[in-house]
């Protein structure tokens, strides 16, 4: 099983970016899908995660109201739609899922140690 993200870039402050990451290799089930993010000398944070049961999502403060993630439950695969960008924002970005047994609570979604499969990340550069 593989993770493909795509879609980054660069782009101007104040700009958009849409992110993909879609699942390939054997069919497999998820309980859901998030992205994470890494800037350069910085560690991997949560940015957003969708649950397909009951389409609950969540986001870090951080990009709540600018960033939305959506997704396709049947084809394994999630979006972000990055809005109003901000320099800060550049960094490689990385989706992953995870899968049964281990159903993630809602509250334990940013802490990327729960997540089962990695995307290999795209790279964002917001420029000022």
């Known amino acids: 099983v593989q993770l493909q993200a795509s879609g980054g870039g660069l782009v101007q402050a104040g700009g958009s970016l849409r992110l993909s990451c879609a699942a390939s290799?054997?069919?497999?089930?998820?309980?859901?899908m998030a992205w994470f993010r890494q800037a350069p000398g910085k560690e991997r944070e949560f940015v957003a995660a969708?649950?397909?049961?009951?389409?609950?999502?969540k986001y870090a403060d951080s990009v709540n109201g600018r960033f939305t993630i959506s997704g396709d439950n049947a084809k394994n695969t999630v979006y972000l739609q990055m809005n109003s960008l901000k320099p800060e924002d550049t960094a490689v970005y990385y989706c992953?899922?995870?899968?049964?047994?281990?159903?993630?609570?809602?509250?334990?979604?940013?802490?990327?140690?729960?997540?089962?499969?990695w995307g290999q990340g795209t790279l964002v550069t917001v420029s000022s």
């Open positions: 992953a899922a995870d899968t049964p047994p281990s159903r993630i609570i809602l509250s334990a979604l940013p802490y990327d140690n729960m997540y089962d499969y």
């Open positions: 969708i649950r397909w049961s009951g389409g609950s999502t």
């Open positions: 290799g054997r069919t497999f089930s998820t309980y859901g």
